[in-house]
């Protein structure tokens, strides 16, 4: 009886990675940066607070005057002036973040405490209904009360969690993305090696 030797090497197709082949190197070091600035981020997390907030409030304040000067491009239009009003707030919200970014970091926290208990219940009822159907019910459930734990610590502690839930997110976001692009940049190093031997 014969046996047969397979090799566990996957073969990456070469559609997927395209040119990022050649340039793997410049995203594992943006991956790196992530992860160092995620890994700052838990020891600043007042700064990384302070900053995205301050870069919301941009946002608002930038995308609210490029409204404002479309609606000039809009004459004749029925809705012009709800137009002007919602490039207006978008304006005075920018202003505001801008001008007292702690009070608006303690207000975006309360918010995302309340998202965070509602997304909860829902994971829950949500949960409850699948029971019947779905073996793994249970992580939606447990899911679901996390959330509402999350929400309630944040509030228990709100407003002093204000100066730091966001950049806390902030940076736990930065960790996940930079681990995740440097497997990327390396799936695509180890797909240009397997181009190289094939070659």
Known sequence: MSSISHSTQVVIPDTIFGALKKNWGWLLALGIVSIILG????YMTFAFTLTSVLFFGVLLLVGGLSQLVHTLTCKGWKSV???VLIALLYIAAGIDIIIDPVRASAVLTLVLAG???AVGLLR???ALQLRVAV???YWSLLSGLVSILLGGMIIAQWPESGLWVIGLFVAIELLFSG???IFVALAARQAALQETVRA
């Not at 890994?39 to 838990?42: Q, R």
């Open 39 to 42: 890994t700052l981020g838990f």
């Open 81 to 83: 002036l709800w137009h």
């Open 115 to 117: 998202i965070l208990i």
């Open 124 to 126: 829950i009822i949500m």
């Open 135 to 137: 073996a793994g019910w």
């Open 179 to 181: 681990w995740s692009t």
